[in-house]
């Protein structure tokens, strides 16, 4: 959808309070048309002073054609850089060189991590991502899923590997309850809420426990609230956006206080103007 002259951008003032005000695209394009253009000239070896054009202009704009890194020698820059890779730019400002870095060397996976039942090893350059094996006391991949046969009572298998799954377990309850007359037999919950007779929480066969499930991604339950007036940091506080985003809280859920208080207005109209 092509955008039209009274589409709207959110702007931050940097001064005074810091206020947020909206901004129309036909406003952005007069004030751009008012500033100095970029103009691209080209390619050429910043480690060679050879190489300097001889007439600038504010605004002109370079690639570094050089092989590989080196020491910059194009004279004075406003970022005092003193090492240029290939592919770097230098924007002359009408007084010095703005030096703007590729970043090359940074490019791709540098280091990969997992997060349980996740597990990396291998090498660096050839990390094996894997999943460990569930158990009684860690989550992890199950072995298999139980068939009929394992949990028939005179034959089953019983094995511990095998995860007995709810159509298996609802003819085990359908079997109580035909063995069964009179009276409450049986407890069941259903989800979120889950019922324990072995063991856990002090439950028996004739005392169940009855619990709520935490709340998850395609899972309902109990969610505990964020602290509204908790400072959630800004991007700018983190090596990069992704990693500012992994420090924040993903199992609260957030209070309407909390949005307020550090997301932006979705209607742009109703701010004042810039």
Known sequence: MALESSDLFVVQKVGGGKEIRKASLQQLGDYLQTEPGV???GTANFTDSSALPGVKNTGDLYINSGPA???WDWGTNSGSITVVQPGDRALWNGASWDIIQSGAADAGVEK???SEPIIIDGTAAEPN???????????GAVAR???????TASTGTGS????????????????IL??????????????????ATDGTNSSTAN????SIKDSGIAQKGAVALSDPDADLGKPSDSADYATWVGTLNDTDAQTTKGVAANFVFSDFSALEDA
Do not use: C, F, H, M
């Not at 991502?129 to 989550?139: F, K, L, M, W």
């Not at 035909?178 to 019922?195: C, F, H, K, W, Y």
């Open 69 to 71: 890194d080196g020491t």
């Open 178 to 195: 035909t063995a069964t007359s009179g009276g409450l037999t049986s407890v069941q919950g259903v989800d979120p809420i889950e019922v």
């Open 112 to 114: 990969v991590t997992g």
């Open 160 to 175: 511990t590997a095998a995860v007995v799954t709810a159509d298996l377990l609802k003819k085990s309850n359908e079997d």
């Open 129 to 139: 991502v894997n999943i460990r094996a569930a158990s009684t006391t860690e989550s």
């Open 145 to 151: 899923l139980a068939t009929a046969a394992d949990v």
């Open 207 to 210: 005392s169940p426990a009855v």
């Open 39 to 41: 103009v691209y000239k």
